[in-house]
């Protein structure tokens, strides 16, 4: 019995043991199935992913820079032009592999070319964790340049010494130049470039490749409104390198597309000779004591299309080439310096004064009110028991609104403001629905939003109305309640008036209003554009400075026309009126002072002065115009702040640009026979530019 317990128990333990192996067999099977199936799919599915990993392991990319276009006047001449010059690039990935990280190399380069070691080593650093600016914020494999500017000699010995300069290379690349012709300036309109933010490359999807083609954007003016364009496309190269990261030789490459050329309806000479004028009538006005340090004019034409943009005070545009100081870029932005960088064209708002009182004629002719009719122009009338003061204390009599508008008479329009004002609210208490009928008559002229111009940065200006009233108030009522006392200063009496009841539209506002004073604002360019809505006959166009867009090899890309947004709501009949009372004001008006012995037989210029006066400081004077009076083609407005009266300052700097223009006065033509050119000048693939026949350089 023992014995057979005793084979009974091998026979289990022999079974236990087979079971165990088999299990172990199939788990060894399993485990095997797996691997296999895992090496498959790497093999087999995966295959050609790993196989370009392991490649791009061997592999570099280098960005080639492409020629960003230029951007030229109406005649083909270069505002920015894209040349040629030396530039010395430093390849870091040579340098590294010297024991003292070419170091030694850094100091002779810096000797040949005249500046601080410490510059270029702060150049060819790495962007990296901890490590400030200056520093290469592109790739390691991309070579680095130190100088744009390197005189041929430098140059020259860098190429013939490679031995002592190993990894330094000195090539013919693109940069950016401002030849400044004719004298034109144009800063503000042209805009810069400044290298891409690490934002603008996520948002632009831009490489970065450390010259002035690709990653050197617009951040301003044409540059930036029109960056896409002229910026081109870059090229690549793909190299090859090995395990210590040194190249090895090209893989392949793609050539860069350059960029297009935009052709601007300004031109230079009208640009140049509206800068001057408006520093010279600037510096007049100082002279005279004022104390102005500012301004713009705008030359437009009739159909939206602008001419010129000056701007004072401004600056040379090379300053941003090849890096900017802080000191320059501090006083480019600063106050103290008048802050050089702002298009007042497009951001200066300024009060319009007289010259807002062509809506205020609109407004009354369609609230019907017989244009010629009497209206008494006193030296001052009292409404709301507050006296509102003409320009001369002298009674002028009883006149018409055209005799108004050659006379500049405020005390006729702030009667008409307030006899608008009592039928929109007899009672001078709120209502649902108000009228408004000047307000709404000079948004209809495209105050109070932007123009559209194709340019990155505009204000919308401000007509002041009910609403705009209740939001003001609504976003100053805390500071007023804080600080006003009804028994304090005057100032601190106001303030808490307007903490009481500053939502309510009263008739001084209307009052004000009408003759462009009060919170009215305006930039230059709105204004110039009313006065070409005028002249046309009440088409409203969205300004353009960009004509055309033309190819490297000289295909125009895309013309680039004005839209038209909309007509000012007002009859034919009333617009002729009025350009007929700014044809007097020339000759018998505000202006006549101003164009005494003007040749208004050759051309015959209409416009209209404005003397904006401001609380605590100096007017603003201001003129705008048009012309010829029988066929207007262009419009010239001018507005300088604290400078005195629109006929002593403005009205002249605005003759002297019709000077330029037509060729008047001692003047030499910008425009033969007035006429802009009908043709585009013709840019042939080499990058020659031929103008349109009869203008300067043309056939």
């Given amino acids: 019995m023992a014995a057979g317990r005793k084979a009974d128990g091998r026979l289990s333990v022999i079974v236990a043991s087979r079971r165990r192996v088999v299990v172990l067999y199939v788990l060894v099977a399993a485990l095997l199935l797996v691997l296999g199936g895992r090496v498959w799919y790497i093999q087999v599915m995966s295959g050609a992913a790993y196989t370009k990993l392991a490649a791009n392991n061997q592999t570099r990319s280098v960005i080639i820079p492409s020629v960003r276009g230029q951007i030229l006047d109406d005649l083909g001449r270069p505002l920015v032009r894209n040349r040629t010059s030396l530039v010395v690039s430093v390849e870091p990935t040579v340098l590294a592999t010297f024991s003292d990280g070419g170091a030694a190399v850094l100091k002779r380069l810096a000797g040949v070319l005249g500046v601080p070691l410490r510059r270029i080593q702060e150049q060819t650093r790495m962007c990296t964790n901890g490590v400030p600016q200056p520093c290469w914020p592109g790739s390691p494999y991309q070579p680095i340049p130190v100088d744009q500017h390197v005189p041929d000699r430098a140059a020259l010995q860098i190429m013939e010494n490679q031995r002592e300069f190993p990894g330094v290379s000195a090539q013919v690349q693109p940069v950016v130049n401002y030849p400044g012709v004719d004298g034109v300036n144009a800063a503000q309109v042209l805009g810069y470039l400044q290298p891409i933010t690490p934002q603008e490359m996520q948002t632009r999807h831009l490489p970065v490749t450390g010259f002035s083609g690709v990653d050197l954007v617009g951040q301003a003016g044409l540059e930036e409104q029109y960056d896409a364009q002229l910026r081109g496309a870059p090229g690549s190269r793909v190299v090859s390198v090995n395990a210590a990261g040194d190249v090895t030789g090209t893989v392949s490459q793609t050539a860069p597309r350059a960029g297009d050329d935009l052709v601007t309806s300004i031109d230079a000479r009208i640009q140049a000779g509206a800068e001057q004028a408006l520093a010279q009538a600037i510096a007049k006005a100082r002279a005279a004591g004022n104390d102005t340090n500012s301004g713009s004019a705008v030359v437009m034409t009739t159909t939206g299309r602008v001419i010129a943009m000056a701007n004072y005070p401004t600056y040379n545009p090379s300053v941003w080439v090849g890096g900017i100081s802080q000191r320059e870029f501090d006083r480019l932005f600063g106050q103290a310096g008048g802050e050089p960088i702002l298009d007042r064209a497009t951001q200066g708002q300024y009060a319009p ?298 009205a002249p700097c605005a003759r002297q640009i019709w000077d330029g223009i037509y060729g008047l006065e001692g003047h030499r033509a910008a425009y033969p026979n007035g006429k802009r050119p009908p043709v585009l000048p013709v840019i042939q693939g080499n990058g020659a530019i031929t103008p349109p026949p009869g203008y300067p350089g043309g056939s």
Avoid at 477 to 502: K, P
């Fill in 353 to 650: 004064g007289s010259t807002w009182k062509i809506t205020s004629t609109a407004a009354a002719v369609k609230a019907g009110y017989d244009p010629n009719a009497s209206y008494s122009c006193p030296g001052a009338v009292t409404i709301a028991d507050r006296t509102f003061n003409n320009w001369t204390t002298a009674s002028l009599g009883d006149m018409t609104l055209h005799q108004a508008l050659v006379m500049s008479c405020d005390t006729v329009f702030y009667q008409l403001a307030y006899q608008m004002w009592l039928k929109d609210d007899p009672n001078g208490s709120p209502v649902a629905r108000p009228a408004d009928p000047m307000q709404k008559m000079q948004l209809g002229w495209g105050f109070g939003r932007p123009t559209g111009v194709d340019l990155p940065e505009e204000n919308p200006g401000v007509v002041p109305d009910r609403a705009w009233k209740l939001q003001y108030w609504q976003a100053t009522r805390r500071y007023d309640c804080r600080y006003g006392n009804a028994n304090g200063s005057y100032l601190q009496q106001i303030e808490a008036e307007d903490c009481r009841s500053g939502y309510v539209w009263l008739p001084g506002d209307a009052v004000n209003a009408a003759i462009g004073q009060g919170d009215v604002l305006v930039t230059p360019l709105q204004l110039a554009r009313a006065y070409a809505a005028l002249a046309n006959g009440g088409t409203l166009y969205s300004p353009r400075i960009g004509d055309a867009l033309v190819s490297p090899d000289g295909r125009v890309d895309q013309r680039i026309t004005p839209p038209a947004t909309g007509r000012v709501p007002v009859a034919r009949s009333t617009l002729a009126y009025i350009r007929a009372a700014l044809a007097d004001v020339t000759t018998q008006g505000t202006a006549a002072g101003s164009f005494a012995g003007f040749p208004l037989s050759k051309v015959f210029v209409a416009g209209k002065t404005g003397t904006a006066e401001v609380a605590g400081g100096q007017a603003t004077s201001v003129y705008a115009s048009f012309g010829p009076l029988g066929n207007p083609k262009y419009v010239v407005a001018v507005m300088i702040p604290k400078s005195g009266e629109g006929a002593d300052v403005s």
